[in-house]
C-alpha cells in the first residue's frame, strides 16, 4: 500500500508523462535542481522519486491504474 508522498509521486509522474511524453525526466529533473537552489529538500526529495518513477517506465502506468 503507498503512503500518501507516493501516491503524490506517481500522480505527479503520470501527469508529466501525459503533458511531456518522453521529455517528462527532463522537467522533472529541472524541478528537482529549482528545488535543491531553494534549498527545499523536502520538495527535491519528491521530485527525485518522481525521477525514479519515470525512469522504471511501464510500472508506472500499471501503479497509476490503482488510483
Keep these: 500500500m503507498f503512503d500518501e508522498n507516493e501516491r503524490l509521486a ?8 501525459k503533458e511531456f511524453g ?25 521530485w527525485r522519486r518522481i525521477l525514479e518513477i519515470l525512469a522504471d517506465g511501464p510500472a508506472v502506468k500499471s501503479a497509476g491504474s490503482k488510483y
Design 22 to 46: 518522453a521529455e517528462a525526466p527532463l522537467y522533472a529533473a529541472m524541478k528537482a535542481e529549482k528545488a535543491i537552489e531553494q534549498k527545499d529538500f523536502r520538495r527535491c526529495a519528491l
Design 10 to 17: 506517481v500522480q505527479e509522474a503520470l501527469w508529466l508523462i
